[in-house]
């Protein structure tokens, strides 16, 4: 079947329109992918403060405030969960260093892009550990030094949508820290 001359100029310009968009939408997927990637190597994560509340009730804890350092201008990373590892030093004298304390917690919170975001994890105490830890802090005023293992684990928007990419267990996804913070 012949198509009429007016007919074949508007089916050309369809499948120029058609292959325009198409390597705009690559360029977009591809800018996103790069974000991403580069993004997840440039994230960090700090823990701020170990605080230990109502050390004297059976409703004793331990909060950890994270911040996450977004540096890149991608705004589709989520913190989807935080695992923390704990004990307690002071000069001459350690406290859960054998049996750390550990947490555990879901966040599934967006990363803000180029910036930074607050996250926490509370560490519910058994009574027998808080009584420990109030009097290893009384008899140490003002030096406690809490050393935390916290793993974050980042998911992205690009997974989440294309499903194509396990984040999860992809390199530089799972965030491992260690750091001493003082006990407040």
Do not use: C
């Not at 977009?28 to 700090?46: D, M």
């Not at 917690?105 to 105490?125: E, N, R």
């Not at 027998?128 to 980042?154: C, D, E, K, Q």
């Amino acid at each position: 079947m012949k198509l009429p001359a007016d007919n074949r100029v508007i089916l050309g310009w369809v499948l120029i329109f058609v292959a325009a968009a198409s390597a705009i939408n690559l360029v977009i997927v591809a800018r996103n992918y790069q974000l991403a990637y580069l993004s997840l190597n440039r994230l960090e994560f700090t823990v701020s403060k170990v605080t230990l509340q109502n050390p004297s009730t059976s409703m004793a804890s331990i909060v950890l405030v994270i911040t996450a350092n977004n540096h890149v201008d991608f705004g589709g990373l989520t913190a989807t969960q935080g695992l923390v590892s704990v004990y307690f030093s002071a000069p001459g004298s350690t406290l859960f260093q054998d049996n750390p304390l550990q947490g555990y917690s879901p966040f599934d919170k967006p990363l803000a892009a180029q910036g930074f975001t607050m996250l926490s994890v509370t560490l519910i105490l058994k009574p027998a550990n808080a009584t420990s830890l109030l009097a290893f802090s009384s008899a140490h005023p003002g030096s406690v030094i809490a050393s935390t293992t916290l793993t974050v684990i980042v998911s992205s928007l690009l997974s989440t949508l294309f499903n194509e990419i396990d984040l999860t267990t992809g390199i530089g996804t799972e965030f491992q820290q260690l750091q001493n913070t003082t006990l407040t």
